[in-house]
Each structure stands twice: as C-alpha cells, then as structure tokens.
C-alpha cells in the first residue's frame, strides 16, 4: 500500500473515531438532561408538602435556592462569564425560567387545573416539532409519532379517563396555558443557539426568575412562611425540580439529543404519579397503567436513533 493511501486510512480512521465520539458524547448528555425529568416527577409531592404557601411567593423561594446552589461557581471564575454573556442568553434564560412559571400559574388561576395541565405539556411535543429548525436536526416521522404517542399517555393520565371539556369562560386560562408550553419549548430549542453559554450561568438566570416571582408575588398574593417540615419541602424543590433540574437540562438541551429528550419529558407527569401513589396521596389507577404503556412505547417509538446508534457500537 502506498504512502497516501496509508494516510487516507488514517484520516477515515480518524473521522471515525470522532464520529463515534460524537455520539458518545451526544447520549452522555441526553442522559444527564433526562436528569431533569425524574427531578420534575417529584414536583407534586414537594409542593404538596410546603402546605398553603401561595404559588410565587412559593417559586421565589425555590428559584433563590436554585440560584445560590450555583452561584459559588460563577462567582469562583470571578463574574468574567456573566460579563461575557450574551444578551439574548440572557433574555432566553430569564423569559423561559420566569415566563414558564408565570403564565402556568395564570393558567392555574383561570381554568381547571385539569384542562390547563393538559394544554401546557403540549411543550414536549412542541419541542420534537420545533427542533426541525436547529442545524443538523433531521425530524423523522418515529420522532413525531413517539411524541404524540406520550401526548395520548399524558391525556389518559391527567384526564383520569374522563375526557376534558372546553368552556368559553376559561378562555384566558386556556390561552396561558399555550402560552405556557409555547414559551418552554422555544426556550429548550432555543436554547440549543448557545453552546458557549456554561451551565453555571443558569444560576444567574433562577436568581433573576425569583426576584420577578418575588415582585409578582409582592403585587398579586398575601406572604405565608413556611412552618417546621415546610422548609425542607421548599429546600427540596430549590435542590431538585424548581432549580437544580434546569442545570441539568440547560446541558441536555444544548448537547444532547433534543428530540429523545422532548419525548422522554412525557415521563415526568408519569413518575410524579406514582410518586404520589407510593407515598399514598393518590390512587391506582387503569389510566395510569395505560399512560404507562402509551408513554413508555412513545420514548422507545422517539428513541430509534440512539438505540440503533448503540447496536453499532457494540
């Protein structure tokens, strides 16, 4: 073999080992970005737990843990990173955190809290949908159909098997609930813009989120601190689903598989309830066991890449 063929050789070999560790690197964060889903799964447990605290006053709270959990290191690397920052990281950041949380609790005030929820977890759908617009995404039609699959598993889930009626009177609850997914899921697609951006900035932005749920909840809701457990219950939704899960999201939705991650998000309504149902705040049901089944095949239907990505490299 002559000279420049061995050097092709090496070069293809090369390429190859990049690509592979591509794709390594790919499923090692859309791991850690599911991270944030089996966080979300504990967000009704906690909030029952923290008693009749008012819903902003509640996320201003669990928003200030999120942010001081990470700020030790931003402020290690001496702020020149939040110098740095972009603007529209900036206003992605804060919009999606804050506006997420605000337009569902307007929704929560304005509609059936059943028809509301229903509405805003359009946004793991939303995000499969969306995602065809990021460079060197390619929509396949397993990836819409996994997605829509876990809607059919969510709607079963959260309507209890009952069906959902419209009414015109709700009408602003139902527009703030689709404003609700539509803000979460331009925020995690969006968000796929700033690979540059570290993680840790995402400290900055739940810092911001609480002082704007705080204000918010200076103007609309009557203060009631938390009393002994409570506390604990509002330190673990800081830790976990209120704050701590937007870390690890933050780096999923920037490196991962963003469409796997769209549809594995219908999991978090499902594990919520058994969560529930294990510490005996809710019942067993048909419908949970069929919106185990719909979910479940909808994340195997969305997740053909990376499993067939896996059985070549084995």
């Excluded at 690509?19 to 991270?35: D, K, N, Y």
């Excluded at 029952?48 to 928003?63: D, K």
């Excluded at 805003?120 to 617009?133: G, K, Q």
Aim: hydrophobic share 55%; proline share 4%.
């Amino acid at each position: 073999m002559d000279a420049q063929g061995t050097q092709a050789d090496v070069i293809a070999e090369g390429d190859g080992q990049g690509a592979a560790a591509h794709s390594v690197g790919r499923l090692r964060a859309t791991g850690i970005g599911a991270v944030a889903v089996l966080l979300w799964a504990s967000l009704a447990l906690l909030t029952t737990l923290t008693g009749r605290i008012p819903p902003l006053q509640l996320t201003a709270m669990a928003f200030a843990v999120g942010g001081l959990v990470g700020l030790p290191r931003v402020v290690r690397g001496g702020g020149a990173l939040a110098r740095g920052l972009p603007g529209g990281a900036w206003v992605l950041g804060i919009c999606g955190l804050f506006g997420y949380h605000f337009f569902y609790f307007l929704a929560l005030r304005n509609a059936p809290a059943v028809d509301a929820g229903l509405i805003a977890y359009l946004w793991p759908l939303l995000i499969v949908v969306f995602s065809a617009l990021l460079p060197g995404e390619r929509l396949r039609w397993w990836h819409v159909a996994g997605a829509l699959v876990g809607l059919g598993g969510t709607f079963l889930l959260v309507t209890g098997g009952q069906g959902v009626h419209f009414r015109g009177e709700y009408l602003l609850g139902y527009v703030a609930a689709a404003v609700c997914a539509l803000v979460w899921s331009t925020y995690s697609v969006a968000n796929r813009r700033y690979p540059q951006v570290p993680t840790d900035m995402v400290a900055f932005f739940c810092l911001a989120t609480a002082a704007l749920a705080a204000v918010c909840h200076l103007l609309f809701e009557t203060t009631v601190w938390p009393d002994g457990w409570q506390w604990l219950a509002v330190l673990g939704l800081g830790l976990g689903p209120v704050g701590g899960a937007f870390y690890v999201w933050d780096h999923g939705t920037k490196h991962g598989d963003i469409q796997l991650l769209g549809t594995l998000s219908y999991f978090a309504p499902l594990l919520s309830t058994a969560l529930l149902v294990a510490t005996g705040r809710a019942d067993a049901s048909w419908p949970v066991v069929g919106a185990c089944v719909l979910i479940a095949g909808g994340a195997m239907l969305a997740s053909a890449d990376a499993l067939r990505s896996v059985r070549r490299r084995e």
